[in-house]
């Protein structure tokens, strides 16, 4: 640098002692040098300090060059300006279809192109036709052209040369020929119809046949830049679109990565994304086509991702969006990725972002604007461009899992379809996780691939190896399992009383008239009592079997089959069996069950007045902290009336929602979607039993609860809806507050109706549908009746369904024939016959499926550990031992067998029954009465032996005696009356005092508050005085010197 700093300095000198520059310039340049400042810095003060001519004119004289002649190097600059114009100026006939010039070996020739066209295309456009080692220059008048210098078309514009020139590293190899017809396009330009012919080259490779179109070697399969870029923008520009929106070219995507991989970002500059329409940002990231919306607010930027293989390209849509916000200055508020239609074949990306775009555009995703989409790329004439997204595998990897397969031993004609098969599944697996169910190796494959394995190395080969190491299945335990009813204890609070009393075990010979409690027997012993079906006993009693009884068995007996817990008393594990349970007493015997309510949630969102964003994040979470009445107010002192729910006194609530399940987020019509895009939130949650009718009577518009059935089967058998055809939702509310019986709204789809009690429900129907006729039918099976007659109505057919005695519901037409009209019917029960008379002829009946069947398995007999299931198995000995043989002569081995006492202890009631307790009652109270009239009439008569005399003055003495009692009463009662008067006299004596101060307080204030008031307003009274006395006079003032002026003028 010393040198040239030098040369600068002296530069400077000569130029200062010319009197052409300051002269203190070259110290200047000195200090800067001497300072160690750039050299580019020290370069751009020279350029400052003097002209660049003046700069050449002396820079020979100072390093002894050729002399410049300032006019030539004007003339040269001149020529340099219109060859840029002529290169980079973009003239309106260049914009339309026109003709090139074009000048090779083969003489001079004319191409037809579509739109703007530059040389970088065109030099693409000939380098696709030669092989490698080739390039080829465009040039005009003996000057090369840059490759962004846009061509000019005839008559205006110029013959355009092209050379081909030959690379030290060419191959030999034929050249393609040329077919007419090429498209070039870069990144986010024009299309350009392009057919270039053979360069004119001494070193030019002789021409073979060749495909039919020159660009099936470039872009062959996948989308390119221009194809994504113009297919959204026929869609942007469409005049139908329902929205604005603003297209992004996929260029600039490109670019972005590029900047971010290379760390060339600068900070934010400023706003520069549009706030009103949606932006459309397609992108490519690893050959596969994705599209970024945006929606910018002034909260910040929401976007989504749209791709037909979801999860691909999610990071780095993730990446440009952060990016973005950045640059722009916006906040980043989410990402969240959707899709229309899932990516079927490998080369469909881009299809899938027009059809996107297009759907997002049009604001409905139907199924042609997919098949749009295909059909244009596909038929998109084939072109150049500096992005191409193929959505499949790269051939490398191709490449890489064909090997691969081949050794792991698939046969080489199969490869090809199997590669195929795996990249569908695995583009379905995007959609489908958590996993992803695809062979790879078929079973028989991987077998013939061991069997050669296996000649190879050792030469021979072993059949059915595997079947001779492989272990012997294990039997499973089917053996039905029987129970001994002499094993199973009660479970403490198993069974109990109508009125909540828990009940006791009893042994079975202590079943008998008024006994209470419960007795494990089998089918066997419990048949005499169901054959009889009397109650024995006026307390509970009942008998529980260790099977179910059949049902034509039951007759006209109380048998109800039920689950209950036992306790094993060999294993002293608990075991749940199924049986029968027969009520022999006038007091019914039921299962302990906990008081908890499964019911139906469901959130509308077009009714709701909570925030949608923040019932997708966390709905349960939001529900409880947003509504009131779905918590628990624990303050005792609490009046009620904070609308929370408020438990019973001898009942412990620390949650509404004890368990919560089955979330779904869904439309109206019932299919399910994501949360954002979702019209109904619904869930199943468990409540205490008490709070369902809190929970039905909820005042918040757009939440709705519906008790469902123990089982979960369907809605709770208590409970009805009376549907109301037609009602919106403020016509459904009236009749709610107008309807007596209705408790709460029901809502399916757009329906509404009125929930009510099931015994009120025909009260409800009446009132509010009364030209329909209400039909009470629980329906348990859908019937088809064919043929009925054409045009039969609805209420035709309830005569006719009455008519034949069979209790149903009409549901709705279904498709009949020429022999006759079809109607689907809802009933409980099975016809009366499976053909019923209609006049002359006669109506099928047939069954199409039954309502509310459960479709789980039917629960096992008895359900236990394993221990107690082997114990079982173990003691299965029959209920009744067989006769012995030996019972009726001798038998040898009675020395030798052992005496064994029983394992069990029959279980014994500690509880008595009513009857003794109302004996031992009565005889209390009548000893008591006894009693107390013996003492009486002892005390009422005289002693023995006394005359009438006597006897009168004895009589007299006990009436004293009375009165003298009576007046001691009356004496203390009047005590207290004077005690309690004197009290309240003193109580009113401090009221009226209290009263008599409030009286002067009150008196006092209201003359404070008097002359308080008159005082202010006497003060505002004279301050407007003075203030309006004051602007008059200066109002008066100035009129007086208005008019003292007018007459000095006019004197």
């Not at 114009?85 to 004319?110: F, K, N, V, Y």
């Amino acid at each position: 640098l010393v040198p040239v700093a030098a040369g600068l300095l002296r530069l400077a000198k000569l130029a200062s002692s010319l009197n052409i520059v300051d002269p203190g310039s070259h110290l200047l340049l000195w200090k800067a040098f001497d300072f160690c400042i750039l050299l580019r810095t020290a370069l751009c003060l020279v350029g400052q300090l003097a002209a660049p001519l003046q700069v050449l004119s002396f820079i020979p004289l100072c390093f002894r060059h050729k002399q410049i002649d300032p006019l030539v190097e004007l003339d040269k600059f001149k020529q340099l300006l219109l060859q840029q114009r002529q290169d980079h100026w973009l003239l309106p006939s260049m914009c339309a279809e026109g003709l090139l010039s074009l000048q090779d070996a083969s003489g001079q020739r004319h191409e037809r192109a579509l739109g703007p066209v530059t040389a970088g295309q065109l030099m693409c456009a000939e380098s696709a036709l030669l092989p490698p080692g080739f390039k080829v220059h465009v040039s005009v008048n003996g000057r090369v052209l840059p490759r962004s210098a846009h061509l000019a078309f005839q008559p205006a514009g110029p013959t355009y040369h092209l050379h081909v020139q030959r690379k030290a590293a060419a191959l030999d190899s034929k050249p393609i020929a040329r077919v007419s017809g090429c498209n070039a396009t870069s990144c986010g330009g024009s299309p350009a119809s392009v057919a270039p012919s053979p360069p004119a080259c001494s070193e030019q490779p002789t021409s073979t046949p060749s495909p039919p179109s020159p660009l099936d070697a470039l872009c062959t399969v996948g989308a390119s830049d221009f194809t994504i870029w113009y297919g959204i923008l026929q869609w942007v520009q469409c005049p139908a679109a329902c929205i604005d929106t603003c297209l992004v070219p996929p260029c600039a995507a490109e670019t972005l990565l590029q900047l971010l991989s290379e760390d060339l970002l600068v900070q934010a500059t400023g706003s520069f994304l549009p706030q009103g329409p949606l932006i459309l940002v397609p992108f490519v990231s690893q050959g596969h086509w994705s599209l970024i919306s945006l929606r910018v607010a002034p909260a910040g930027i929401e976007a989504e991702l749209w791709d037909g293989v979801p999860g691909r390209n999610l990071s780095t849509a993730r990446l440009l969006v952060r990016t973005l916000c950045r640059l722009d200055g916006a906040a980043f508020l989410s990402l969240t990725e959707h899709t229309h239609w899932l990516q079927q074949d490998p080369a469909s990306c881009g299809a899938l972002v027009i059809a996107h775009a297009a759907a997002l555009t049009m604001q409905d995703a139907s199924n042609t604007l997919l098949d749009w989409a295909l059909i244009f790329q596909h038929a998109f004439p084939p072109h150049l461009a500096f992005l191409q997204g193929f959505g499949g595998l790269t051939p490398e990897q191709d490449k890489d899992l064909c090997l691969l397969l081949l050794d792991k031993g698939v046969p080489s004609e199969a490869v090809a379809a199997r590669v195929q098969a795996a990249v569908a599944k695995a583009l379905k697996a995007c959609a489908s996780k958590p996993s992803c169910m695809f062979r790879w190796i078929l079973a028989e494959e991987l077998q013939n691939h061991v069997e050669r394995q296996a000649q190879k190395r050792f030469g021979t080969q072993v059949p059915k190896a595997k079947s001779k190491k492989a272990k012997p299945a294990r039997r499973q335990l089917q053996a039905p399992l029987h129970v001994d009813p002499l094993q199973l204890r009660l479970a403490p609070g198993t069974f109990s009383a109508t009125s909540g009393s828990p009940l006791g075990q009893l042994d079975f010979h202590e079943v008998q008239a008024q006994a209470t409690g419960i007795c494990f027997c089998t089918t066997a012993q419990a048949a005499p009592f169901v054959t009889h079906a009397r109650s024995l006993s006026v307390d509970p009693l009942a008998l529980v079997t260790t099977a179910e009884l059949a049902a034509d068995q039951v007759g006209a007996a109380r048998v109800q089959s039920i689950r209950y817990p036992a306790v094993f008393a060999p294993t002293e594990e608990a075991v749940l069996v199924a049986g029968s349970l027969i009520q022999l007493g006038d007091d019914d015997v039921q299962l302990v069950s906990a008081s908890i309510a499964e019911s139906w949630i469901a959130l509308t969102r077009d009714e709701s007045a909570l925030a949608w964003e923040k019932v997708a994040e966390a709905p349960v979470r939001t529900l409880l902290q947003q509504i009131p009445a779905l918590q628990v107010c624990k303050d005792p002192t609490c009046s009620q009336t904070c609308g929370a729910f408020h438990a019973a006194v001898d009942e412990v609530v620390e949650h509404l929602f004890l368990d919560i399940w089955a979330r779904q987020w869904c439309r109206s019509a019932g299919a399910k979607v994501k949360a954002q895009d979702a019209e109904v939130f619904q869930a199943y949650v468990r409540v205490p039993a008490s709070s369902v009718m809190h929970l039905l009577r909820l005042s918040q518009t757009g939440l709705y609860f519906e008790p469902r059935a123990p089982d979960g089967t369907g809605p709770h058998p208590a409970w009805s809806v009376v549907w109301l055809p037609g009602a919106s939702l403020a016509a459904a509310q009236h009749a709610l507050r107008t309807t007596e019986k209705a408790v709460a709204l029901a809502r399916l789809g757009k329906k509404y109706g009125l929930r009510t009690r099931e015994a009120d429900e025909q009260q409800v129907f009446e009132a509010h549908r009364p030209q329909h006729q209400f039909l009470k039918v629980r329906v348990a099976a859908h019937f088809r009746l064919h043929p009925l007659p054409h045009g039969l109505q609805r209420s035709a057919l309830v005569q006719l369904l009455k008519q034949w005695g069979w209790t149903g519901k009409p549901l709705q037409p279904d498709r009949g024939d020429s022999n006759g009209a079809a109607w689907l019917v809802g009933a409980s029960c099975d016809p009366p016959a499976p053909a019923m008379p209609l006049g002359s002829d006669y109506v099928l009946i047939t069954k199409i499926r039954d309502i509310g069947a459960s479709s789980k398995a039917a629960p096992l007999p008895v359900y236990a550990s394993l221990r107690t299931k082997k114990a079982l198995l173990l003691d299965d000995d029959p209920d009744e031992p067989a006769a012995d043989p030996w019972v009726t002569g001798p038998d040898p081995w009675s020395q030798a067998r052992p005496l064994q006492a029983s394992t069990t202890v029959p279980a014994t009631s500690s509880a008595g029954t009513k009857l003794e307790q109302i004996k031992a009652d009565l005889k209390q109270d009548l000893q008591q009465l006894v009693s107390e009239q013996l003492e009486a009439k002892q005390t009422s008569e005289p002693p023995p032996g006394l005359s009438a005399h006597d006897h009168r003055l004895h009589q007299l003495e006990v009436g004293l005696n009375e009165v003298r009692h009576q007046n001691s009463k009356f004496e203390s009662w009047f005590q207290n009356i004077g005690t309690t008067v004197s009290d309240q006299a003193q109580q009113i004596q401090a009221l009226a005092g209290t009263v008599k101060e409030h009286h002067h307080e009150l008196v006092k204030v209201r003359t404070d508050l008097q002359s308080t008031v008159q005082t202010a307003v006497l003060g505002m009274q004279s301050d407007l005085s003075a203030q309006m006395s004051a602007q008059l006079a200066g109002q008066l003032e100035q009129i007086q010197s208005l008019l003292a002026d007018k007459k000095h003028r006019t004197g």
